[in-house]
């Protein structure tokens, strides 16, 4: 065994050691400081100093910045936040370092205007934000898109949203049911069956993953949303019937008014507790606006049969 | 005289490559490749965006380090080793032939050094987008534009380096790189103010280097195209530029006394 051989072997090895033991250490600390309230801190409040700062690179900071923003999003939804706290700034600093920058105006609006957890519940700042794009950018008729979404299904404004969807129809190379859209709105067509039709050719004219998940994931909530409204009609004609309530689903099918048991589009037979109708599973439906189980919808009311659906959303 | 030129520009590239300059290049394959794995799966939808924003800022900062740290020892470095006197002395070499060749020679170094780099940026980039199209051509724009950068700080770096020492040289020329980067916001300014403050603004704007127009790294990252027009006027400002940094750095030089 030569001395270099000894010398290598024993740098080697305390080397290995001491790597090791600050991995451990450095994952002790990171235990303590899990709460740390760093996931909430902008650093630098100001787009302006930061573009500055950027001395020209601010490409690059805008993608580490966009990279920022889904990981927040992502870490507060998964924690079914309430509170996004820094989500606003961070997208306007990220659109201010790269106005072209388009995947910060379609999702960031979509991040901004969902109720909580499913979003910041902000849909004015994500209108304002999609507003900011279209300044930028007035060529991509995709943010017009963005734009009559957050008015039409978030702010339930069919008159702005008509008019955004409009303005992007008109726009080279949009699609054509954009116009559909805008005139179904116009036209006060029925909400569940316009949003059916846009997230249907959403889904027939995209290759983005995500996208794509996201119309299948509302085109499923929407036939909840269609299925209960049937199923609460077949009820109601129950009541009005007999006197009382349905205390099963089978009670209906013998009356004649279901053909089978029903089932949610994951192959789940709906609940049916106390008159209310529920979705068995709730999580695998973000977005639906019935079905809910009781107190899980803000404005629930409690009546003498329990929960029920409020009205404005039969 | 080309001959001598073209000795001195060689010798300036082989002793940079001997310094292992060219090093960097494992680092920056290791950024691009490490990146486009680790935006993939952390971001949304900006594969390629990130790939050519990083790509070309590493192309561009690599460069710029590159050039400011050899570039400032171009000529403190052959002064302190007593090299520069047995040159100039011994072989008919004049100064600002001297001077022409370091400036050359490391041009050369960071242009070898940047086209290597942009070989592995578009295979990165056909990897990522599966094939390289018309619009790609932006980003030979940008990488050129990327080699004016190049030309203008070798320029500075060598003109602080007649003067000064490596250490303020260094500082000289991040400084100068960091205020050109202003530059349009320091013509904004001067603009709005008046008087013998406005000739003083002015002029200070228009001394520094204009980085900020050689910088369309984002704009090629969004697929936009670079004006002709933009290519030929950078092209000529950089020329005229350098040409003048270099005039100033053989009229510093000439006057020195390096017994």
Known sequence: MTRNWRIGTSCGL???????????????????????????????????????????????????????????????????????????????????????????????????????????????????????????????????????????????????????FDRGSKIPGAQPWMRVMAAAL????????????????????????NLRKNAISRLRCLRVDSDVK???????????????????????ISAGLLYGLPVDPRGDVYKLVDGRIQVAEPDHFPFITRGLPPGAEIGDVPTDKGFKVPKHLL | MIGRLWAIAFNTYREAVR?????????????????????GQISLEINRIVLINLGLTAISLFGIVIAIF?????????????????????????????????FLGLVMTLT???????????????????????????????????????????????????????????????????????????????????GVTHWAMTGAAYLVPNFAALNVISQVAHDTAVEPKLILLNTLYVLAYTAAVLTASVWIFERRNLK
């Open chain 1, 14 to 164: 305390l080397l290995a050691a001491l790597l090791t033991a600050s991995t451990i250490l450095v994952r002790q600390v990171d235990r303590i400081r899990d709460d740390e309230p760093l996931q909430e801190v902008l650093y630098i409040p100001s787009p302006a100093v930061v573009k500055r700062m950027s001395l020209g690179y601010s490409g690059l900071l805008a993608d580490i910045y966009w990279t920022r923003v889904v990981q927040y999003f992502g870490t507060k939804h998964r924690a079914k936040s309430k509170q996004y706290l820094i989500l606003r700034p961070l997208l306007e600093m990220t659109a201010a370092l790269d106005p072209k920058l388009l995947p910060v105006y379609h999702f960031g609006s979509v991040f901004l205007s969902q109720k909580p957890p499913e979003g910041a519940g902000d849909p004015q700042a994500a209108a304002e934000l999609v507003e900011k794009g279209i300044q930028q950018n007035p060529q991509a008729w995709r943010l017009y898109y963005d734009l009559g979404y957050v008015y039409w299904l978030e702010m339930k404004d069919s008159v702005k949203a008509a008019a955004a």
């Open chain 1, 186 to 209: 116009e036209a006060h067509a029925g909400e569940t069956e316009t949003a059916t039709y846009m997230w249907t050719n959403i889904l027939k004219s995209t290759d983005d993953d």
């Open chain 1, 230 to 252: 049937r199923l609460q009609d077949a009820m109601d004609e129950f009541t009005k019937q007999n006197g009382r309530l349905p205390v099963s689903w089978q009670e209906l």
């Open chain 2, 19 to 39: 310094d292992r300059v060219l090093y960097n290049l494992i680092l920056f394959a290791l950024l691009i490749v490490g990146s486009s794995i680790v935006f």
């Open chain 2, 70 to 102: 050899i570039g400032i020892g171009l000529v403190s470095k052959e002064i302190e080793k007593k090299t520069l006197y047995t040159v100039l002395a011994a072989r008919p070499v004049r100064r600002w032939e001297f001077i022409t060749g370091k």
């Open chain 2, 112 to 194: 070898v050094n940047a086209l290597l780099m942009s070989v592995g940026f578009f295979a990165a980039v056909l990897y990522v987008s599966h094939r390289l199209g018309r619009g790609d051509l932006q980003l030979v724009t940008a990488i050129y534009f990327i080699l004016l950068e190049f030309v203008m700080i070798t320029a500075l770096a060598l003109l602080f380096s007649t003067f000064s020492t490596p250490v303020f040289s260094s500082i000289f020329a991040f400084a100068i790189f960091a205020i050109g980067t202003f530059g349009e916001d320091l013509r904004s300014i001067a603009r709005m103010t008046s």
